[in-house]
């Protein structure tokens, strides 16, 4: 028993190990990081001492190369450059002249390195020409060095380092071996052996004393303190099983009562379980009528929602059919115009080309055609622009309205295409429309809907706020704030109660529905802004302090969507 005790525990799995490794795994950390910057430092050292080499170098060699090169030795300079190379802190040697353009290369050049250019590090330095009065530079010079001769200087050190570290480890890794088997593995291997010969038969005996734990150590080491507290644990256990005896037998009396009890308590749950399956099947039928109510329900939903999108699509049809209406009685006028002035002018024409034909053209009858020609010309542009003004008008709402689509446009610009494709409906009335917005302001948003919005806004008031032939005034606010976009509606007519205007969103509501209201205009435009703008919308109301409703929404709606 005692020798499988100590077997049992395999040796890398031991406490010791594992504290060797520790211990070990923070110390080759630190052997890692001292050896790594030991090196660090001496890497620098060397190439530093390169430097201050290729410095030395300079001030030897910077008089003969300025010479030869003043005088175009060639031979001269590329001989005392071939002798700088070969200095062991010197691999190439490269000289410019005036113009930073090579004229010699010796040795290894950055143009001719194989290695990366991070290896390579060089000297550069000036040749200047004393003269009496004046220095010129004559070209320049680099003493080109790289990391594998600073490497060669220091390799010697490293190695040295190097193996000083890995026997200080080795020597390290011994002695704590040695340590931890002495003073942890053997003493814990002799408490396992101790401890597997405890038998629970033997201390519930009738002997007085329960067996105790001997092992070698220090009276006040943890193993020793470890040792007191086994024993202790042994004689509180030899005074329990006593007392578990006892309790077995009194739970044995308790068992046998707690059976017969448990035994009712089956029969009955057996009696109480029919009857929960009575109500179960019960409540299954009743759920099922619920299942088949709320389907009926769902789909009475869905054709209202179906119906609802229908009419609110006609709603904008019929919008739409307004708008084409009032643009074609507006286009009227001026092409009309302009067809009597083209008869007019053909007129003219003919009875100049009469005269003409007759010989009995004179000079006035030909400026008076040139005048009245500049004026019929005049008035056939007027009309002909805000022809072309209004049908550009009606083509971009109409598009917008009928192709949503994401852009970007001019709120200023835009808004007056709306209202010139509205100036047909409002006209007839003493209703004036007034626009607050600076002209710098764009949008990135559906057109289209900001142009349904307008057009259901003045529907409204033009159909609930004001009587017929009652004088007015709308106005439209716009103003940015930060990423945002403030728009407010408002009018001077008759205003509604606090409970319609809580009501005014809701869909099929109208207070004049005598007069064509649908209930369905302030819904697409609560439905328009909040859904399909990102938006909020709010409104207050009074009695006789007409309407205000205030649109809140994002300037670029591609970065809220995202």
């Keep these: 028993m005692g020798e499988f005790a100590i077997n049992s525990v395999k040796f890398k799995h031991s406490i010791s190990t594992r504290l060797l490794k520790i211990v070990l795994s923070i110390y080759f950390l ?115 060095s790289n990391n594998n001769i600073v490497f060669n200087r220091i ?35 002799e408490l396992a052996n101790d401890a597997d010969k405890i038998d629970l038969n033997t201390i519930q005996g009738k002997q007085n004393q329960a067996y105790h734990i001997r092992i070698k150590g220090h009276e006040q080491s943890e193993l020793k303190v470890l040792e007191s507290a086994l024993n202790n644990m042994m004689d509180k ?3 329990s099983l006593s007392d578990l005896d006892e309790l077995n037998k009194e739970l044995e009396i308790k068992v046998a009562e707690r059976t017969n009890s448990l035994n009712q308590t089956v029969k009955q749950l057996d009696k109480d379980q029919q009857a929960l399956k009575y109500e179960v099947a019960i409540r299954q039928e009743k759920e099922k009528a619920l299942i088949q109510g709320r389907l009926k329900l769902q789909n009475s ?12 699509e006609s709603e904008k049809m ?59 010309a005049h008035s056939i542009h007027i009309s002909l622009v805000r022809a072309a003004g209004l049908v550009k008008s009606f083509k971009q709402v109409a598009v917008d309205q009928s192709h949503e689509i994401l852009r970007t446009f001019n709120v200023n610009e835009y808004i007056n295409e709306v209202l010139l494709s509205l100036h047909n409906k409002v006209k007839h ?8 917005c600076d002209k710098w302001i764009e949008v990135n948003s559906y057109p289209g809907s900001l142009s349904q919005i307008i057009t259901n806004f003045i529907n409204n ?32 007519g008759c205003g509604q109660e606090e409970e319609i205007v809580n009501k005014m969103f809701n869909p099929f509501f109208t207070t004049n529905r005598e007069n064509g209201g649908s209930g369905l205009g302030l819904n697409i435009v609560y439905n328009l802004v909040t859904q399909k703008m990102k938006g909020s919308i709010n409104v207050s109301s009074k009695p006789g302090f007409g309407t205000k409703f205030t649109i809140i929404i994002p300037i670029d709606l591609t970065k809220q969507e995202v």
Excluded: C
């Excluded at 010699?104 to 390195?113: D, E, F, I």
């Excluded at 209202?304 to 999108?309: P, V, W």
């Excluded at 606010?477 to 728009?487: A, E, M, Y």
């Design 30 to 144: 630190l052997t890692f990081i001292v050896t790594s910057a030991h090196i660090f430092i001496e890497y620098n050292a060397a190439k530093k001492d390169i430097k201050t080499e290729l410095e030395v170098t300079e001030h030897t060699f910077k008089h003969i190369l300025t010479s030869a090169l003043w005088n175009m030795n060639d031979s001269q300079l590329k001989v005392t450059a071939e002798g700088i190379t070969k200095l062991p802190s010197v691999i190439g040697v490269e000289v410019l002249d005036a113009y930073n353009e090579t004229i010699l290369r010796v040795g290894l050049t950055p143009s001719k390195l194989e290695t990366s250019n991070s290896d390579t590090f060089w000297h550069e330095f000036s040749l200047l020409h004393h003269r009496t009065n004046q220095t010129q530079q004559v070209g320049s010079v680099r003493l080109i």
């Design 155 to 189: 390799k010697l050190g490293i190695f040295i380092l190097i193996i000083g570290a890995i026997i200080k480890t080795v020597a390290l890794v011994a002695l704590i071996t040695i340590v931890f088997n002495r003073l942890l593995t053997r003493p814990l291997g």
């Design 237 to 239: 256990i030899s005074a």
């Design 301 to 312: 939903l869905n054709e209202l929602k179906q119906t609802q999108d229908q009419l609110i």
């Design 318 to 376: 019929a919008s739409l059919g307004e708008l084409v209406a009032g643009v074609a009685h507006e286009i009227n006028t001026p092409v009309g115009l302009s067809l009597t002035g083209i008869s007019h002018f053909q007129y003219m024409l003919a009875q100049l080309e009469k005269r003409y034909q007759a010989k009995e053209l004179e000079e006035q009858h030909f400026e008076k055609f040139i005048s009245d020609s500049k004026e019929l």
């Design 429 to 436: 009335t003493q209703i004036t429309v007034e626009v607050d």
């Design 461 to 492: 008031s033009l159909i609930h706020a004001y009587k017929k032939d009652q004088a007015g005034k709308i106005k439209l606010k716009f103003s940015q704030h930060d990423d945002k976009l403030h728009f407010t509606y408002s009018d001077d």
